[in-house]
């Protein structure tokens, strides 16, 4: 297939994968972080912690090398080329390994293929870089296997370790996997501590690009996470004191065992590496001692299962949707080993049948082929559309502050910072950390309702001034004012104003000028998405309830239900607007918008007595003396001490006769 020289075959597989990746690669922004590590390299800014200092400086000089494309899709090209050179590095470690052409190739297919490694090749992301440094130091493990406390492969694989960390702490977890074939070997003492120290030396110059984080903080970049200028700061960004702890997930523990993230990963694995990778590596696990070859087992097993379940056993994460999709890129790492095992096991068959191994090679290649539009971002703009959308929805000289939402502070991050894109605006976040924090420089370390007023002293002027807009869920943020829907944003407006036009009048036009492209089996796959999505039908909703059409809002509230059914944030928004309609139109005087309204919050919530309370107060001031009775009968009978419902009761029962 390859010619026999060692350096043709892993230069092969980087061109083929460098050509997948370009040709499903996203043409711009996306979500997740790939605005923010964007706009990084760009300005070389610093990202959140811990920074991420090599991807900034790489993604910089990479995009200033090439000439095409806006700095979205440059750094895209920096995550599809390293990508692409981990999986040549995992070629030629393979091979040192003692693997056949077959084995190796079986290897690399079904990790390079698998529709989550084949999605993370394709957008701006730090994973691309993070699974090069751990193919390189496989590489070197399995290249001086027999040598790693000499001075030189010390060296190597401290530089690598010390670069890998530079870009993510999680390389930590895969030290012990790396250097198990030196730890098992018997050496001198003093030998064992030279090679240590001549390690730990290069490891120390690797993580020297994080000084670049106080050096570039010094200057005020644009983006300047934790602002690291002294010791204090610098080493709260390097532990990512603000994220909680060392475990590096997603905050909150799950109320179960940490066991049951054993089988979370594993059903994980089993999804995306199918039944034949699976097979494969477990046959390659039982297969692994009598294959002959020169890498000791421990090097894939402790790999696969320290970066693995042992990752998510640190950290115990819940199991909600959006945790979970968060966490799916955490596991690439850990299927390099995987990849190992699989790489065995097809060794084995192929050793009993050689058309069979030559058959599996197959099984990858049609998976990632009917699975295409699944994983491309080929056609990925849902993330650079929000982000015009919301650009075009602000007028000149706006300010617009940011209520928690990573999609929204990266998306404009990109857009204003790294595309220059509308100088004139003043963007915020809430929490003071993304953006030019204006909440003062002790604001971080504030009581929660210290923060609060200082938020108020900061905003209120603004808003007075008709210059304030909210990036926002949450309609009563800011005390004395409404927040009127503005197409995707919310503007202050005095709590006197009236609280709707004269029924029937239009919404804003501003969805008309709003771009949303988006696939829907995309959506159907990636959790971030729909949950994105789901945004735009719930704030078009506010604003046709504000217009007083509440019934076309009702319409819209069901459409984002459908949409992302499982987003986390969406069914206390959707009880909060539903019950805002139907107050609002209480007070309008509007009986059947209300009654619809008040009907959507029992349905949601039976078992409310203040929901059933409120659909008779409807019924009762619209003369439905029949439905009013039946509705307070439900309220009554979850509430039986309630005099004063029976007593409504039977008051309704009353007028409803002839």
């Known amino acids: ?60 000089a990479l995009g200033a090398a090439v000439p095409w494309g806006g700095w979205a899709y440059r750094t895209n090209l920096l995550t599809a080329a390293s990508s692409a050179a981990a999986l040549a590095v995992l070629a030629s470690a393979l091979r ?28 701006t992301e730090v994973f691309g870089l993070h699974l090069l440094a751990l193919s390189t130091m496989l590489w070197l493990a399995a290249r001086f296997r027999g040598s790693l406390w000499e001075a030189k492969p010390a060296a190597a694989m401290g530089l690598a370790a010390g670069l890998g960390l530079a870009n993510h702490h999680t390389l930590l977890l895969a030290l012990p996997a790396l250097g198990w074939p030196a730890i098992r070997r018997r050496v001198p003492f003093g030998r064992r501590w030279r090679g240590a120290a001549v390690a730990a030396a290069f490891l120390a110059m690797g993580m020297a690009c994080y000084l670049y984080l106080p050096v570039r903080s010094a200057a005020n970049p644009p ?60 046959i390659g696990l039982a297969a692994w001692p009598r294959l002959g070859l020169s890498l000791p087992l421990g090097v894939p097993v402790l790999l696969a299962g320290l970066m693995g379940p042992g990752f998510l056993a640190l950290g115990n994460p819940p199991f909600d949707p959006q945790t979970s999709y968060a966490l799916e890129r955490f596991y690439l790492a850990s299927w390099l080993g995987v990849a190992f095992l699989i790489a065995a096991g097809l060794e084995s068959i192929t050793s009993l ?44 000289n706006a300010a617009l502050f940011m209520d928690g939402g990573d999609d929204t502070f990266y998306s404009l991050a990109y857009l204003t910072q790294a595309q220059a894109m509308r100088p004139d605006l003043e963007l915020h976040d809430r929490g003071g950390l993304v953006f030019r924090n204006v909440y003062g420089a002790d604001f971080r370390r504030l009581q929660r309702d210290d923060k609060e007023r200082r938020r108020l002293e900061i905003e209120t002027p603004l808003a007075e001034a008709g210059s304030l807009f909210y990036s926002t869920l949450n309609d009563a943020l800011l005390p004395g004012f409404r927040l009127k829907a503005v197409g995707l944003l919310r503007k202050p407006e005095k709590a006197w104003v009236a609280l709707a036009p004269k029924k029937g009048t239009p919404p804003s036009d501003l969805w008309e000028f709003y771009v949303l492209r988006y696939s829907q089996r995309y959506l159907e796959r990636h959790y971030r998405h729909r949950a994105l999505i789901a945004f735009y039908p719930v704030m078009r909703a506010a604003g046709l309830a504000a217009a007083g059409r509440v019934q076309e809002a009702m319409v819209e509230l069901d459409a984002a239900q459908v949409l992302a059914p499982d987003a986390l944030w969406l069914n206390s928004a959707l009880a909060r607007q539903i019950e805002l309609m139907a107050f609002e139109a209480f007070q309008r005087g509007d009986w059947p918008g209300a009654e619809a309204a008040f009907l959507r919050c029992v349905a949601r919530a039976p078992g409310s007595v203040q929901a059933w309370r409120n659909l008779a107060a409807v019924y009762w001031s619209g003369s439905k003396w029949g439905s009013a009775a039946e509705a307070f009968r439900k309220a009554s009978e979850l509430a039986p001490g309630d005099r004063e419902l029976a007593e409504y009761e039977a008051a309704a029962r009353r007028k409803a006769r002839p």
């Not at 079986?106 to 293929?113: E, H, N, S, T």
């Not at 702890?245 to 994980?268: C, D, K």
Request: aromatic letters at 12%.
């Open 1 to 60: 297939m390859f010619p026999a020289i060692p350096a043709v075959e892993p230069f092969v597989v980087f061109l083929a994968f460098l050509l997948i990746n370009v040709s499903s690669m996203a043409p711009s922004v996306t979500f997740g972080d790939s605005g923010e590590l964007a706009a990084a390299a760009a300005n070389l800014s610093l990202a959140h912690a811990p920074g991420y200092p090599l991807h900034a400086l790489l993604g910089k």
């Open 96 to 123: 040192l390994a003692g693997f056949s052409r077959t084995a190796r190739l079986a290897g690399v297919l079904f990790l390079g293929l698998c529709g989550l490694w084949r999605h993370e090749s394709s957008v």
């Open 223 to 282: 983006l300047d996470w934790g602002h690291p200028t002294n010791l204090e700061r610098f080493m709260r960004v390097l532990l990512r004191k603000d994220y909680g702890s060392f475990a590096l997930t997603i905050e909150g523990a799950a109320p179960v065992s940490r066991w049951s993230q054993a089988s979370r990963y594993a059903r994980f694995t089993a999804g995306e590496l199918g039944p034949a990778g699976c097979g494969l590596a477990l």
């Open 353 to 396: 049948s050689a058309w069979a191994g030559r058959a599996l090679i197959l099984v990858p290649v049609l998976s990632a082929c009917s699975g295409f539009q699944d994983w491309s971002a080929r056609w990925d703009l849902t993330a650079y559309d929000y982000g015009r959308n919301i650009l075009k929805t602000l007028p000149r």
